[in-house]
C-alpha cells in the first residue's frame, strides 16, 4: 500500500523482472537476481511468475481459453498438454467451462479478471504478482477476485503479491507493507494487524 507515485508498480516490476533496480540486490529462490542477463531474466519470468494487471491486458477479439494458453506456447508445450493447463488454471480461477469459448466483450468484468488470474497461474508460478487487480472491479466482484487469490494461497501454496489503494483489500493479507516516496516506511505481519488498521488511517 502507498500513495500514488510512491513507488508500488516500480517495486512490483523489479520483484517481477520486468525492470532492474539502479542499486540494491534482490535475491529469487537464492539467486541473485540484479546478475542476470535479458534471457535469464525472460526465463525467470515465463517459469516462476505470474502478473495479473489492473488493465486486464487480454486479447480482445480472442477467446478466454486462448488467451490463458497463449503464456505455454513460449514454453513450447504440445498443443494438448496446454490446454489441458489452461483449463485447469481456468477452473482454479473460478470460471466454468461454459466461458471457455467467450470472448472477452462477452465476459463481466469480474470474469474478465478471472480469465486474467487464470493467465497469470498457467505456467505454475510460486509467485503471482497483481498491480491493482481489483482497481476497475466494484467491491462484490472484488471480494470474489480476493477470494480466487486467497484459495490460491491456503490451498496451493501460491505467495500472492497486490497492490491495492484499499483497506478493505488489504486486510485480507497476512502482511502489509507500505511504501512512501520509493521507500518501505513499515511492513507488518497479520497478528500486528490492529496496529496496521490505525496505520492506515493516517496513509
Ligand atoms: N525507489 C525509487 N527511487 C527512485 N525513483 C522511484 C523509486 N520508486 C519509484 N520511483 C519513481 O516514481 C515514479 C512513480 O512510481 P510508480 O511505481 O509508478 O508509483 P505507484 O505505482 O505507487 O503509483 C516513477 O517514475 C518511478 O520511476
Ligand atoms: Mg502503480
Request: proline letters at 4%; glycine letters at 8%.
Amino acid at each position: 500500500m502507498g500513495p500514488s507515485g510512491s513507488g508500488k508498480s516500480t517495486m512490483m516490476h523489479i520483484l517481477g523482472a520486468l525492470d532492474t533496480a539502479t542499486s540494491g540486490k534482490y535475491y529469487l529462490d537464492g539467486k541473485d537476481v540484479t546478475e542476470l542477463s535479458d534471457d535469464e531474466l525472460s526465463d525467470i519470468r515465463k517459469e516462476k511468475i505470474g502478473f495479473v494487471f489492473q488493465s486486464f491486458n487480454l486479447l480482445p477479439r480472442t477467446t478466454a481459453l486462448r488467451n490463458v494458453v497463449l503464456p505455454l506456447i513460449y514454453l513450447g508445450l504440445p498443443h494438448e498438454e496446454r490446454e489441458k493447463r489452461a483449463k485447469e488454471a481456468m477452473r482454479s480461477a473460478g470460471l466454468p467451462e461454459t466461458h471457455d469459448l467467450y470472448k472477452p466483450n462477452q465476459l463481466s468484468g469480474g470474469q474478465i479478471q478471472r480469465v486474467a488470474i487464470a493467465r497469470a497461474l498457467v505456467n505454475d508460478p510460486k509467485l503471482i504478482l497483481a498491480d491493482e487487480p481489483t482497481g476497475n472491479l466494484d467491491t462484490k466482484t472484488s471480494e470474489v477476485v480476493l477470494g480466487t487469490f486467497q484459495r490460491l494461497n491456503r490451498e496451493l501454496g501460491r505467495t500472492i503479491v497486490l497492490i491495492t489503494h484499499e483497506r478493505d483489500i488489504a486486510e485480507h493479507a497476512d502482511r502489509i507493507i507500505f511504501i512512501r516516496d520509493g521507500q518501505i516506511i513499515e511492513d507488518m505481519r497479520m497478528h500486528e494487524r490492529r496496529k496496521a488498521n490505525e496505520h492506515i488511517e493516517h496513509v
